[in-house]
């Protein structure tokens, strides 16, 4: 056999395993870029007091808004155009997170409670993300049963809506770290793998499970250790 075809399935592999750890590298920078503007978001939100409306019609408002986003962003994932979609996406999701962080600050601790949340979020990033960098694994036979647990959670919010029960919020809450926390597993996975090539695209999916295991650990936080 020829010698340089001997080598060619080598170099292939070692051009994928190159290309992989760019996509992966961009998307924890787009990542740790996107947090800027949920700051920011959320600042504005709380610092002047915007109103949002709530009940069931914000929660559609939300979900029309947030979906046109991502609909915007996976049609501009190809070009710098998408990074300030993306961006522009995360303002609004700070920007939602105003009734949360209000009703946390007014603990005591609401404070305190947020850093927790903060932290806690982070070291579950850091843990699911390294697990999926570094095990053998793949792990895209989760998908399927992530995506059911989602939306049997999504059903469960919209439930709540209308039943307003601290039990099933705190159900809901830890539903959401498990779910999530396993979203991160996932998503990294499927970009050490291949399975995403795109950083803009995984950026939003490892983005929005992130966002959801703080907004529940801080909501669960709230109901479990706010101090009046």
Known sequence: MN????KQPAYDVAIGQVSRNKVLRNTFWLLALSM??????????????VALPGGFMGFILFMAIAFGFMYAIEKTKESAVGVFVLLGFTFFMGLMLTPLLRHTLGYSNGGSLIMTAFGGTAVVFAVMASIATTTKRNLSGMGSWLTAGAVVILLAIVANIFLQLPVLTIVISVLMIGVFSAFI???VNRV???????????????YLDVFNVFTALLRLLGIVGGDD
């Open 192 to 206: 050490v793998n291949g399975g995403e090539t795109n950083y803009i695209t995984a950026t939003l999916a490892i």
């Open 36 to 49: 800027i503007p949920t700051v920011l978001g959320a600042f504005v939100g709380v610092s002047m007091n």
């Open 3 to 6: 010698p340089i075809l001997q």
């Open 185 to 187: 597993l996932y998503d």
